[in-house]
């Protein structure tokens, strides 16, 4: 990911560290493109686009990837999408957007999606489909003042035409990124639930 405004070196590094080494997930708050640079090799016992889990792989994939590998699709100062697929079979899209315009793509993705629902409170304002996760937060902006913060949008959504459900899988992965974007900038859920509701009832 190059390095955003929002998002300085020594703060990317917390993040993939984080990435690399998180294994567990909180119980408590805490269309296809092909272009881009050219896809890199991973390898299922490792991580592919950062947070897509071995196990959430397979569960994308139906089975053990035999050629996984990734795709960074977007990566500028206030985005960050990368795809992963097996051998030229797309299996997930990651993607992490900050500001304002990002937090209303994000729901008007979730508002087109069949099969929607509220999703966990720990990922802030939330929803759950099939093949589509999406998590609205509230993290601090490295820099600003004090008690200020910027939406963050998170992204998971199922590639292909399978139909399986893969919620699960997708709802783990929100779940690795928001933990990082919490354990590195440190993040409000419950700030961003409290701003939705606010939204919806200000005329």
Do not use: H, N
């Amino acid at each position: 990911m190059r390095v955003p405004p929002l998002l300085p070196i020594t703060l990317l590094a917390a993040l993939v560290a984080a990435g690399c080494t998180s294994g567990t997930e909180p119980q408590q708050p805490a269309g296809s493109s092909t272009s881009g640079p050219a896809p890199t090799q991973g390898s299922a016992d490792g991580w592919l686009c950062e947070d897509v889990s071995p196990q959430s792989l397979r569960a994308l994939a139906g089975g053990e990837p035999a050629d996984p590998r990734e795709v960074v699709v977007t990566d500028d100062d206030t985005s960050w999408v990368c795809e992963a697929y097996d051998g030229e079979r797309p299996l997930v899209r990651v993607g992490v957007a900050v500001g304002e315009e990002g937090r209303e793509q994000a729901r008007a993705l979730a508002r087109e999606e069949e099969g929607m629902s509220p999703g966990p409170e720990y990922l802030g304002e939330s929803y759950l489909g099939p093949r589509l996760a999406v998590g609205l937060t509230l993290c601090t902006s490295p820099g600003s003042e004090k008690g200020e913060r910027t939406p963050y949008s998170l992204t998971a959504q199922a590639l292909g035409d399978s139909g399986e459900d893969v919620g699960e899988a997708l709802r783990s992965t929100l779940t690795s990124v928001a933990t990082k974007l919490d354990r590195g900038f440190g993040c409000s859920p419950r700030a961003a639930l409290e701003d939705a509701a606010e939204s919806t009832t200000t005329p």
